[in-house]
């Protein structure tokens, strides 16, 4: 009898309680021709893919959770790319640093500091020109417990924009 065995990792992306409800299906191929004579010398026995036997099987599992809040930060905590020619392109990097016991979903997402009332559209707008500027090698993604992710931000300007 063979026993292999499935690890499978839940990372809660929000504080809150799990209840899933995950489908797996096995499918055991069990080949015959394997126990023929002859069969590791080539060409000395018949293998037909007939005589394999499939055995499926469905399981549904269970996975209940907490998520919970972990313990995260960020070195250093800011950024100054100053003044970059259009065209041109500037590198920085940051270490997100997860200090908990559980792994960590992340997502980078960058805004304006400004502190002037846009409307919607220009708002809109300037989240389009941010997204375009700036490129993360490691965007969203899971932070494993007890851990460090380095993380590199290309600034690459496209138009001349006061990037706050």
């Known amino acids: 009898m063979r026993k292999n065995n499935v690890v499978c990792t839940f990372t809660p992306t ?13 499918t055991n191929i069990y080949d015959t021709t394997k126990e023929m004579i002859g069969y590791f010398n080539p060409g000395s026995g018949v293998a037909i893919k007939a005589q394999q036997k499939r055995e499926q099987s469905k399981y549904e599992v269970r996975v209940y959770g907490v998520g919970n809040d972990g313990s995260l930060s960020i070195k250093p ?3 100054e790319f100053d003044t970059v020619t ?27 500091n400004d502190t002037e009332q846009k409307s919607e559209e220009e708002q809109q707008e300037i989240r389009r020109i941010v997204s375009e500027n700036f490129k993360f090698d490691f965007k969203e993604g899971i932070v494993p417990a007890l851990s460090k992710k380095m993380v590199k931000i290309t600034f690459k300007p496209s138009l001349r924009f006061d990037f706050k």
Request: proline share 2%; aromatic share 10%.
């Open 14 to 26: 929000a504080k809150r309680e799990y209840k899933l409800s995950v489908p797996v299906q096995v």
């Open 77 to 79: 905590s800011k950024l």
């Open 86 to 112: 259009v065209g041109f392109t500037k590198i920085l990097s940051l270490t997100v640093i997860n200090k908990s016991k559980t792994n960590l979903y992340i997502d980078f997402q960058l805004d304006q």
